[in-house]
């Protein structure tokens, strides 16, 4: 029994996990292309881009793969703010009163 409920903890902390980054679209067999979910753009099987969300994906004969490619901003103070260029993939951490003065922070992947 002891057992079963550390088994039931460990799966219970891994929940937060889910949200990993990355999700998988399977592909009809035949297909020669894969279509963006978040541009509604096509791609032919076996190539890779980065869509206008900074999503990373690539195309194979069975699946259509996209991981996130922004990092998600974690731990700044309240007078710091989070600035996205999704045009470049990048991001920057800076203070709200003086946007010249970067401020720590951490980053992950989604």
Do not use: M, Y
């Given at each position: 029994m002891k057992r079963s409920v550390f088994v039931g903890f460990v799966l219970f902390a891994l929940i937060p996990l889910n949200e990993a980054g990355c999700w998988k679209g399977f592909l009809k067999e035949g297909a020669?292309?894969?279509?963006?979910?978040?541009?509604?753009?096509?791609?032919?099987?076996?190539?890779?881009?980065t869509n206008s969300r900074c999503d990373q994906c690539d195309c194979d004969s069975t699946s259509l793969t996209c991981c996130y490619g922004m990092p998600r901003v974690m731990?700044?103070?309240?007078?710091?703010?989070v600035e996205y260029d999704y045009d470049t993939c990048t991001f920057k951490v800076?203070?709200?009163?003086?946007?010249?003065?970067?401020?720590?922070?951490a980053a992950v992947l989604k």
């Open positions: 020669t292309h894969c279509q963006d979910g978040a541009d509604k753009t096509w791609h032919p099987v076996g190539s890779s881009w731990n700044i103070a309240e007078d710091c703010t800076f203070k709200k009163s003086d946007p010249t003065i970067e401020c720590p922070h």
